[in-house]
C-alpha cells in the first residue's frame, strides 16, 4: 500500500509539473487594463492604448456589435496577453479580451464608469469658432527715393549721391536712435525714345537710391518724410503699418475663436435636450493677418510745407478653430 500510495503522489506531482509547465509554453499573462480604443494600421484591426502602450485585441469582432466600441472610447478590458502570438505588423502586445466595458474620464483624473450617460445616446458634433481682434499697429515702414536725371550717365550719379547723402543724413536725425536705416534699391537706367521703324535712341540717365526706414515711434512718420523731402527726396514708394509684438493680440483671437466654437457645441446640446459630455479633440486652423494698410507712392514735390498728417489705422487679428464634441442626445 505504501509503495502504491507513493508512485500515486509522484504521478499527481508530475501531472501538475506538466500542466505548469504547459500554461507557461502558452505564453499567456491574465491582466486589467484600462485605456482608449484605437484601430490599427491592419484593416479591421483594434488597439487598447494605454499611456503610449499597445494592446492588439485579437478577439476584436466579439465586442464591435456594441454601441460603444468605437474609436477614442475609454475602456476597461481584461484578458490574456499571448507572448506567442504574431501578427502581420506586430502592432502592440497581443491581448486575448474576456470581458470590456466602456468608462468615463472621473472629476479626479481617474477611469470611472460612465455615470448618467446612455453611451447610445452619445451623438459626436463638429463646430468651428472664428473671432476677429482689432490692433493697433506698433511699427512703420517707409521707403524712400531719390531720383536725379541728366543727359550724362556720371552727372545722374553724382548728383543722385550726394543728394541721397543728404536725405540719409536728414532722415536718421528725424527718425531717432531707435529707428532702422538701410538701402533697399538702386538703379542707374538710360532713358530711350522710341520712334517708329528706328533703333531706340538714349536721351538721358536716370538714377535711384532707395532707403527704408523702419520706425517704431509711429509719430515721427509725418516728420520723416517732411525732412527727407526738404533734404532732395522726390519719390515715396509707399507706407505701410505692422504689429511685429503680436502675440498677446494673436492669444485673444485664439481664445474667442475657442469660447464661440464652445458656445455652438452647448447650443447644439440644449437643442437636443441634452449636455456636453466632453471635448474630444480642438484643431487650430490657424491665426491671420489681413493685408497691412497701405499708401500710395506719392512724388513728395508735390506737398505741401506744413508737417504731412499720418492717420494709423487698426489692423484686424483673424482666428480659427475647430472643436469634436461628444454630446448626450437626451
Do not use: C
Not at 502581420?88 to 472621473?106: H, K
Not at 445616446?121 to 490692433?135: E, F, H
Amino acid at each position: 500500500m505504501r509503495k502504491l500510495s507513493t508512485i500515486l503522489g509522484v504521478f499527481v506531482l508530475g501531472t501538475l509539473f506538466m500542466a505548469q509547465q504547459g500554461l507557461a509554453s502558452t505564453g499567456a499573462t491574465q491582466t486589467t487594463i484600462r485605456g482608449r480604443l484605437q484601430r490599427t494600421v491592419e484593416p479591421g484591426g483594434w488597439l487598447v492604448v494605454v499611456d503610449g502602450q499597445k494592446y492588439l485585441i485579437l478577439n476584436a469582432q466579439r465586442f464591435q456589435r456594441e454601441s460603444w466600441f468605437k474609436e477614442a472610447v475609454e475602456v476597461e478590458a481584461s484578458g490574456d496577453t499571448k507572448s506567442d502570438v504574431m501578427t502581420t505588423y506586430m502592432e502592440g502586445t497581443p491581448f486575448e479580451v474576456r470581458s470590456m466595458r466602456p468608462l468615463a474620464q472621473g472629476p479626479a483624473g481617474g477611469n470611472q464608469a460612465v455615470s448618467g450617460v446612455d453611451t447610445r445616446r452619445l451623438t459626436r458634433v463638429t463646430v468651428s469658432g472664428d473671432s476677429i481682434v482689432q490692433a493697433q499697429p506698433d511699427t512703420a515702414i517707409i521707403t524712400i527715393s531719390v531720383v536725379t536725371q541728366s543727359k550724362r550717365a556720371i552727372d545722374a550719379q553724382q548728383e543722385n549721391a550726394a543728394k541721397s547723402d543728404a536725405v540719409v543724413r536728414a532722415l536718421k536725425a528725424a527718425a531717432g536712435a531707435g529707428a532702422e536705416v538701410k538701402t533697399s534699391g538702386y538703379s542707374l537706367q538710360p532713358q530711350r525714345v522710341y520712334r517708329e521703324n528706328q533703333p531706340p535712341t538714349i536721351t538721358g540717365y536716370e538714377a535711384r537710391n532707395s532707403v527704408t526706414v523702419i520706425l517704431n515711434d509711429l509719430t515721427k512718420v509725418g516728420a520723416v518724410i517732411d525732412a527727407t523731402a526738404q533734404a532732395g527726396a522726390n519719390d515715396i514708394a509707399g507706407i505701410s503699418f505692422t504689429l511685429r509684438r503680436d502675440r498677446p493680440a494673436r492669444d485673444e483671437a485664439l481664445a474667442q475663436a475657442t469660447q464661440e466654437a464652445m458656445g455652438k457645441v452647448r447650443v447644439i446640446a440644449q437643442a437636443l435636450g441634452g449636455r456636453l459630455v466632453r471635448i474630444v479633440e480642438v484643431q487650430e486652423e490657424g491665426t491671420a493677418r489681413p493685408p497691412i494698410p497701405m499708401y500710395e507712392r506719392t512724388d513728395v514735390r508735390t506737398m505741401a510745407a506744413t508737417q504731412t498728417p499720418i492717420e494709423v489705422s487698426s489692423l484686424e487679428i483673424t482666428s480659427r478653430v475647430q472643436l469634436i464634441a461628444e454630446v448626450d442626445g437626451g
